[in-house]
């Protein structure tokens, strides 16, 4: 050892930093160069699909409040006196088809039933199948609404 080197005090050859090597540190292996590549693909993949599927429930719920919300007024269509409870069905159909777009393809039917109390009721009941477009491999799910109304009489 010389002079010089007894100046600078007792070598520490732990508070070097790594060298690097291009991107890499030297300590890094080659076998883990480009992995956060797959890695991102592979996460980015199943949020995708996570996401698309959040859109397509809320797609769901949107078709079924506004079918439930036309089943009510085509019941409340055959409770007024003087309408016949079955026209409640072909009123909300096409209610249906001018408030959700494609949706030309619901069945609707309208009865007159009895309720608590043998008070007269109109009950319309819709179905209607909605595709799952935005989920892979979906085929399509069956929504059936009701909705009921008091009959008016004299």
Known sequence: MTAADRSRGPRRWFWRRPRRRGRLAANAPAADAGSAIVEFILVSTLLLILFLGIVQLGLVLHVRNTLAAN???????????????????????????????????????????????DIPLVEVTCQVRIPLALVPFGGGVTVTVTGHAVKETQ
């Open 71 to 117: 089943a009510a007024e085509g019941a409340r269509h055959g409770a007024n006196f003087g309408v016949d409870p079955a026209e409640g069905g072909p009123y909300a159909q096409r209610l249906i088809a001018e408030a959700v777009p494609g949706r030309a393809d619901a069945s609707c039917t309208g009865r007159e039933i009895a309720g608590d109390g």
